[in-house]
C-alpha cells in the first residue's frame, strides 16, 4: 500500500489552515507569544500548536476559545462556516471542555444564515452531520433558485 501524496499534501494544508485561522482571533499577551511561537518554529501540526497553546494559556485559552465560538456566524458558504466552526469546536474538545453532542449541534445551526437557518430548523437534525447535511442541502437549493428564475408564460 503506497503513501498518497495528495492526500498527504491535503492533510497539511488543513493542519496550516487551522493553526492560521486560530491565530487570526488572537489578541494581547496570547498574540505576541503566538508572533514569537510560530517564528521559532514555522509550520507547526495542529495537535502540537493546541497542546502548546493549552499548557502556556489554560484558564485564558478556555475562555478565549469559548467566546469565539459563540460569536462564530456564517459569513459566506455552509463550507466555509463549517470549516471554522469544526475548527473551533476541535479547541475546544482537545482543551478538555464537555460539550454534549446537542450543544454543539444547536451551535452550529444557530450560526447559520436566516435562509438556512430557518430551513435546517424545520427538521431534527439529530446529529452534526445531519445538521451540516441538511445545511449543504438548503444551500445548494438557494443557490439553484438564483440561477434558475422562474419564468411566466405570457398568454
Do not use: C
Request: proline share 1%.
Amino acid at each position: 500500500m503506497g503513501y498518497n501524496t495528495r492526500q498527504g499534501k491535503q492533510h497539511q494544508l488543513n493542519e496550516h489552515y487551522k493553526v492560521s485561522f486560530a491565530s487570526v482571533h488572537f489578541d494581547g499577551q496570547v498574540e505576541f507569544w503566538y508572533g514569537t511561537y510560530i517564528k521559532g518554529r514555522g509550520r507547526v501540526s495542529w495537535l502540537n500548536f493546541v497542546r502548546d497553546l493549552h499548557a502556556r494559556f489554560s484558564s485564558l485559552f478556555r475562555e478565549s476559545v469559548i467566546g469565539e465560538f459563540h460569536k462564530l456566524r456564517q459569513t459566506t458558504t455552509v463550507e466555509q462556516y463549517y470549516n471554522d466552526f469544526e475548527t473551533l469546536r476541535s479547541i475546544l474538545v482537545s482543551g478538555g471542555s464537555k460539550f454534549e453532542e446537542g450543544y454543539f449541534i444547536q451551535s452550529f445551526i444557530s450560526g447559520l444564515k436566516d435562509e438556512i437557518r430557518l430551513e435546517v430548523e424545520k427538521f431534527d437534525a439529530g446529529d452534526l452531520s445531519r445538521a451540516i447535511f441538511l445545511a449543504r442541502k438548503h444551500e445548494a437549493r438557494l443557490n439553484n433558485a438564483w440561477y434558475h428564475p422562474i419564468t411566466i408564460a405570457r398568454t
